[in-house]
């Protein structure tokens, strides 16, 4: 068990995807390296560019570098 979790940052990442075909759009990491032991926490992507209405899926780095999906209750549908 790492007990380093609660001092470390986490980097979060948007995939947004084209909401007919499934296609990536566009990756886009989060502003800011937010705490890993916050329960609730404010983040803000850059969407330029993107269609009027797509799928995004949200995935945490983790210090292998990998992209971890997070719970499936984070996909939305974004229409604008």
């Given amino acids: 068990?790492?007990?380093t979790d609660s001092e470390t940052d986490s980097v979060f990442v948007m995939a947004a995807y084209d909401a007919d075909s499934g296609e990536l759009?566009?990756?886009m990491p989060s502003e800011q390296a937010l705490p890993q032991?916050?329960?609730v926490v404010n983040m803000t992507f850059d969407?330029?560019?993107l269609p009027e209405g797509f799928v995004f899926k949200l995935f945490m780095w983790d210090s292998m570098e990998n992209m971890i999906p997070l719970d499936s209750?984070?996909?939305k549908t974004i229409v604008r």
Avoid: R, Y
């Fill in 73 to 75: 209750a984070f996909e």
């Fill in 47 to 49: 969407c330029g560019g």
């Fill in 1 to 3: 068990m790492n007990n």
């Fill in 25 to 27: 759009l566009k990756l």
């Fill in 37 to 39: 032991n916050e329960n």
